[in-house]
T-cell receptor, first 115, second 114 residues
Framework: NAGVMQNPRHLVRRRGQEARLRCSPM?????VYWYRQLPEEGLKFMVY????????ESGMPKERFSAEFPKEGPSILRIQQVVRGDSAAYFC?????????????FGQGTRLTVV | SQKIEQNSEALNIQEGKTATLTCNYT??????LQWYRQDPGRGPVFLLL?????KEKRKERLKVTFDTTLKQSLFHITASQPADSATYLC???FGSGNTGKLIFGQGTTLQVKP
C-alpha cells in the first residue's frame, strides 16, 4: 500500500505565476488535510477536505489560495499569483476518518520556492 | 485562541540517557494528543496517540503522559540512540465541534550524541 504521494517534490515559480500542488492520499482514505510549514516554524493547518467537499478552510488565506478534492484524482492545492512569502513546504496528510482519534499519514511535502 | 508550546531550544543528550520533551497547551483541553517525529526534508511520522482519559501510553522505548490538570504532555525516549535525533512535534485535537484537524506545536529538536 503506497503512502501519501505528493508531487512535485520541489517547485520553483516566479512571482505572479500559479503553483499547483498535488496530493494522492493512501488507498481507502477519504480525508485529506493540507498544512504549510515555513522555515523554523511549525506546521500550520490550511484546509480539510473530504471527497468533493471542503470541510474546514479556516487556515487558508482568503485570496489566491484554493483547494479541491475531486471524486476522481488527487487533491489539488492551488496558489495563484505567487509571492515570495508563499515560499514554504506544503504537506498533505490523509486519514481513513477525521484526524481526531487516529493517526494521520503525511506525504513528503512539496517545497515551493518563489523567485 | 489555543496555544501549544514546545521547548524551542534543542535538547542535547548523551546516548543511552532518557530524553524528555514537553508540550504545554492553554485554554481548552483536547480530547486527543498525538506525537510525531519529523526528519529534515521529510514529512511528519506518527508515533503515539493518547486520549484525555489516559494518563500514560507506552510503545517500545517511547512513553507519553497526559496531565489535563497541568495541561501538559511529556514525551520520553528511554535508552536514546543517535538515530532518535530528529524534531518531535506534539499535536492536539480539541474535542466536539472540531472538524477533526490537528493543531501542531512548533517542535523540539533532539540531538543524541554517541
Amino acid at each position: 500500500n503506497a503512502g501519501v504521494m505528493q508531487n512535485p517534490r520541489h517547485l520553483v515559480r516566479r512571482r505572479g505565476q500559479e503553483a499547483r500542488l498535488r496530493c494522492s492520499p493512501m488507498k481507502g482514505h477519504s480525508h485529506v488535510y493540507w498544512y504549510r510549514q515555513l522555515p523554523e516554524e511549525g506546521l500550520k493547518f490550511m484546509v480539510y477536505l473530504q471527497k468533493e467537499n471542503i470541510i474546514d478552510e479556516s487556515g487558508m488565506p482568503k485570496e489566491r489560495f484554493s483547494a479541491e478534492f475531486p471524486k476522481e484524482g488527487p487533491s489539488i492545492l492551488r496558489i495563484q499569483q505567487v509571492v515570495r512569502g508563499d515560499s514554504a513546504a506544503y504537506f498533505c496528510a490523509s486519514s481513513p476518518r477525521g484526524m481526531r482519534d487516529t493517526e494521520a499519514f503525511f506525504g513528503q511535502g512539496t517545497r515551493l520556492t518563489v523567485v | 485562541s489555543q496555544k501549544i508550546e514546545q521547548n524551542s531550544e534543542a535538547l542535547n543528550i548523551q546516548e543511552g540517557k532518557t530524553a524528555t520533551l514537553t508540550c504545554n497547551y492553554t485554554n481548552y483541553s483536547p480530547a486527543y494528543l498525538q506525537w510525531y517525529r519529523q526528519d529534515p526534508g521529510r514529512g511528519p511520522v506518527f508515533l503515539l496517540l493518547i486520549r484525555e482519559n489516559e494518563k500514560e501510553k507506552r510503545k517500545e522505548r517511547l512513553k507519553v503522559t497526559f496531565d489535563t490538570t497541568l495541561k501538559q504532555s511529556l514525551f520520553h525516549i528511554t535508552a536514546s540512540q543517535p538515530a532518535d535525533s530528529a524534531t518531535y512535534l506534539c499535536a492536539l485535537d480539541f474535542g466536539s465541534g472540531n472538524t477533526g484537524k490537528l493543531i501542531f506545536g512548533q517542535g523540539t529538536t533532539l540531538q543524541v550524541k554517541p
